[in-house]
């Protein structure tokens, strides 16, 4: 059975950090590359980051420089790094396998609000 939980987002001042968590369940984690997605109201979920199997990375260009994904595989984590926020960046955040579609399952996320 799938499951993803979402933590580590709150409330922070533009220029600040937060590392978000997302424990995954091992049929999901370890045979798929990951990912951070995240979702502002009214619009379409995006892809922030993603990891292979490998630990090869890839990030949006809005996020590149600021943020780190990584993964563990002893604890079945998958990590966001976030430094230098930004207003922009407030949104609903996610993780999930990289190419996870609307239809499937999804965690509740964890929500991150950067104020200016």
């Known amino acids: 059975q799938v499951q993803l939980v979402e933590s580590g987002g709150g409330l922070v001042q533009a220029g600040g950090s937060l590392r978000l968590s997302c424990a995954a369940s091992g049929n999901i984690f370890s045979i798929n590359a990951m990912a951070w997605y995240r979702q502002v109201p009214g619009k379409q979920r995006e892809l922030v980051a993603s990891i292979s199997t490998s630990g090869s990375t890839n990030y949006a260009d809005s996020v590149k420089g600021r943020f780190t994904i990584s993964r563990d595989y002893v604890k079945n984590t998958v990590y966001l790094q976030m430094h230098s926020l930004k207003p922009e960046d407030t949104a609903v955040y996610y993780c999930?396998?990289?190419?996870?579609?609307?239809?499937?399952?999804w965690g509740q996320g964890t929500q991150v609000t950067v104020s200016s």
């Open positions: 999930n396998r990289y190419g996870a579609r609307d239809r499937d399952y």
